[in-house]
């Protein structure tokens, strides 16, 4: 067993699923505990309406799991999980209707409260080709050429749970050129791959750009001084 465990780095498959914005967070110095805003954080909802022909959207639905990582990862706040109430209330409501052995369980009235809530969605949403007039050219014929571009764009806002005053807002949106790699295929940023044919790859796509500008707004929310 000891072994394994001196062996774990060599074991493991997984890789820590980053962005290019994840050091923009990582880089921001930690404030005290006591300076640390309570955010609130219940769902960051798709509003492209973007379905797949099988009625399933084609945005992630993941949206409010990376902002919550986005938040953790800066460290600049006491990011509170909202988007599973029902199930922590289910654990409270079990503990005041006395079901759980003695002194397991939560304590009644200790739930941290929210100075803030974050809320907002994913508002634009596009993986397209366009074609341009500098392909080769045959028999003196004009060619073009196309290329790839996959397009998101979030809006986040955080709200004073007090006053209910929108005390910080940002729109931002993003897009990434994808280098051909086939005649349907398109690679975004290494290994992500849209076959245009079929439409396989393009929610890999903009889940990345998604999780990008959830933590550059982040970044962005941290060093606006709102919220200190």
Do not use: C, H
Not at 33 to 45: G, L, Q, R, T
Not at 165 to 193: C, H, Y
């Amino acid at each position: 067993m000891d072994k394994i465990l001196e062996e774990a780095d060599e074991i493991k498959s997984s890789e820590k699923n980053v962005t290019v914005a994840t050091q923009l967070l990582a880089a921001l110095p930690e404030p005290a505990e006591d300076e640390k805003a309570s955010i609130a954080v219940y769902n960051i909802a798709d509003k492209t309406g973007q379905r797949q022909e099988t009625g399933s959207a084609v945005v992630t639905q993941g949206a409010t799991d990376m902002l919550i990582t986005a938040l953790a990862r800066s460290r600049q706040f006491n990011v509170l999980d909202r988007s599973s109430l029902g199930d922590f209330m289910n654990e409270q409501q079990l503990q005041a209707e006395d079901r759980l052995a003695f002194g397991e369980g939560p304590d009644l009235g200790e739930m941290k409260g929210a100075d803030y809530v974050l809320e907002g969605a994913i508002t634009e949403y596009q993986v397209d080709k366009t074609s341009g007039g500098m392909g080769i050219s045959v028999g003196g014929v004009g060619g073009s050429t196309e290329t790839a571009v996959a397009r998101t764009a979030i809006d986040l806002r955080l709200v004073d749970t007090t006053t209910a005053e929108v005390v910080w807002a940002r729109s931002l949106k993003d897009e990434i050129e994808g280098e051909r790699v086939g005649v349907q295929a398109f690679s975004f940023m290494g290994d992500n791959v849209v076959e245009f044919e079929t439409g396989e790859g393009k929610q890999e796509v903009i889940n990345l750009v998604v999780r990008t500008l959830l933590e550059e707004a982040v970044f962005d929310l941290a060093e606006s001084d709102i919220v200190n």
